[in-house]
């Protein structure tokens, strides 16, 4: 069984096949600052689909940044025009789906095994901040008593170990419009497509250039080019797909807020059940209120303790529940991207591994007795 971990200085719970080694340098003092740079985990490495063009891209393109000059609005979206024969529809780009008319618009999600930007587009991803001092985090598992735990149960071990810092970059879910825009006029006669991300990004934004290049990678993985246009998006659409809109529910019956959290959107039986689930974990610790976050194809839900004490998961593709140590109010502010902003320091990562719900309960009563909250 692989032991949950819980890093108790506001820092994430993970696997521990995925924890940081204790490098052999002394640990960095807390006024210090390394001078070493980021260092992205990557996690197992899986076979990618071989392609006929470069796959990744490290900087954006100068076609690119003189496109941009030329672009006079805010918006812009990462999208390019290709020329594609219906025999190469078949087969180098089989993993997307094409119109089959001018004017016709099929979306696709990139595929996994497209390249690592397609994979981090639905799994998300975490950079480890070398640069940045290292933190305590604290290592919890269970063990058999007597080497037999369904006769006498188990009891808890845990370590203490100095760890860099990490920042979560969730799911971005982008997904890729196609569109014809001229007809081959039959046999293998090359057709003229569009293919753009489905969000826009606003040029005043400090990320733009981070945000922009992992756009820019997913076309060059998916299509082999990449490009930018001119949004025709006004800023109101622009801003409905970063807005997050909170609702706030009450305690009370587990059904009736398991409806309240479910309702007003369809949602799977596997979502349902989710919701139902956490409703019911987070009842045991008596919240003083239950949220939902709604926006995008981001769907959250989650429970408010105290004004800095809130836990949430993105039930659409979670696989970690989250510890926010942050004002609420001001969290409640943050759009969808910016939700987790910053390192571990500000929130803990409870990841879905055997045990998880217990290692999340004992945090919240550690961090409800810290505030004086009783139940």
């Known amino acids: ?50 392609v006929q063009w470069k796959r990744n891209l490290n900087k954006i393109p ?9 672009i006079k609005t805010d918006l812009v979206v990462a999208a390019v025009t290709k020329l594609i024969r219906p025999s190469e529809i078949r087969s180098t780009y089989r993993h997307l789906a094409f119109p089959s008319q001018k004017g016709e618009v099929q979306t696709s999600l990139p595929s996994l ?3 690592k930007y397609s994979t981090r587009n639905q799994h998300g991803w975490d950079v480890v901040r070398r640069d940045l001092p290292m933190i305590t985090k604290t290592y919890y598992w269970e063990t058999p008593n007597f080497g037999d735990a369904s006769t006498y149960g188990t009891h808890l071990h845990y370590q203490d170990r100095e760890v860099f810092q990490r920042e979560f970059h969730e799911p971005r879910m982008y997904r890729l419009t196609i569109e014809m825009l001229r007809d081959g006029a039959g046999g293998d006669n090359p057709s003229a497509y569009r293919v753009a991300l489905d969000h ?62 479910a309702g007003g959107r369809r949602a ?4 349902e059940a989710i919701v139902t689930n956490r409703v019911a974990l987070f009842s045991r610790l008596r919240p003083r209120a239950f949220l939902r976050g709604s926006g995008g194809l981001s769907s959250y839900v989650g429970a408010q303790y105290a004004d800095d004490l809130v836990v949430f998961e993105n039930i659409k593709y979670g696989n970690a529940l989250y510890i926010l140590y942050d004002n609420w109010e001001e969290v409640s502010q943050r759009s969808r991207l910016e939700l987790l902003r910053g390192t571990d320091v500000s929130f803990d990562r409870v990841v879905h591994a055997e045990g998880w719900e217990g290692i999340f309960q004992r945090i919240l009563q550690k961090e409800k007795r810290r505030r004086r909250i009783r139940d």
């Not at 100068?62 to 030329?70: E, I, M, N």
């Not at 998006?233 to 009450?250: C, I, K, M, N």
């Open 1 to 50: 069984m692989a032991p949950a971990l819980y890093t108790g200085a506001r820092t994430a719970i993970e696997t521990v096949g995925d924890r940081e080694e204790k490098p052999d340098r002394a640990t960095v003092d807390a006024n210090k600052v390394c001078v070493q740079l980021p260092v992205e985990k990557t996690g197992a490495m899986m076979a990618f689909r071989a």
């Open 62 to 70: 100068q076609t690119v940044t003189t496109s941009l000059a030329d």
């Open 113 to 115: 095994d497209m390249g």
């Open 200 to 261: 826009q990004l606003d040029r005043g934004t400090p990320a733009f250039d981070q945000e922009l290049l992992f756009m820019l990678n997913l076309l060059q993985e998916n299509v082999g080019a990449a490009g930018v246009f001119s949004s025709g998006a006004s800023r109101e659409d622009y801003l409905g797909t970063l807005h997050l809109d909170w609702q706030v529910f009450p305690p009370g019956n587990q059904a009736e807020i398991v409806r309240a959290m």
């Open 268 to 271: 799977s039986r596997e979502e």
